[in-house]
């Protein structure tokens, strides 16, 4: 990891996510009834939860709809959510209007096309190994985890390492009592 990716990690106040490819494997999973059907991974979501305890904001900005998501989001304590919505930037103004947060300290993570109107504005650019070659040229960071797999965990891991809260974060998870 570069001291450049390092500084930009120890500014962010917000880590924005796409879903389809970040917080699930990028395939879209139906049933013969019509249901929709998404896997997500049980470390992202610990790591976004550590990550909100450390005082970094968690959003999701997704083009699809799907009640999973709204579901999955409010299981990690996450109410920065907007669905449906192909033009991301401006879907972000309208999340953080009246926060006191600016592009610069806004991280986020993208696989496809739609997320580079936020990843080429923002502090940190973050994305998974199998996202679109347009996106992952343009990322500061790359996770060696696959969307799905582990990437957002990584992310989560790296913002909390450069603001030095990683260490209290893990500590509180191990006793020295018997």
Known sequence: MTEDTLARARRIKLLLLDVDGVLSDCKLYFDNAGNELK????????GLKLLQKSGVKVGIITGRTSALVARRARELGIELLIQGRE??????????EGMNIAPDEI????????DLTIMTRVGLALSV?????????????????????GAVR??????????????????SFITTEG
Request: charged share 20%.
């Open 39 to 46: 896997a997500f991974n049980t470390l992202d979501g610990q």
């Open 87 to 96: 033009d991301k930037w401006q879907a972000l103004g309208e999340m953080i």
């Open 107 to 114: 991280a986020h993570m993208g696989d496809d096309w739609p």
């Open 129 to 149: 190994p199998n996202g679109h070659s347009a996106v992952t040229e343009r990322a500061h960071w790359i996770s060696h985890n696959r969307g799905g797999e």
């Open 154 to 171: 990584d992310a989560c891991d790296l913002i909390m390492q450069a603001q030095g809260t990683y260490a209290d974060m893990l500590a």
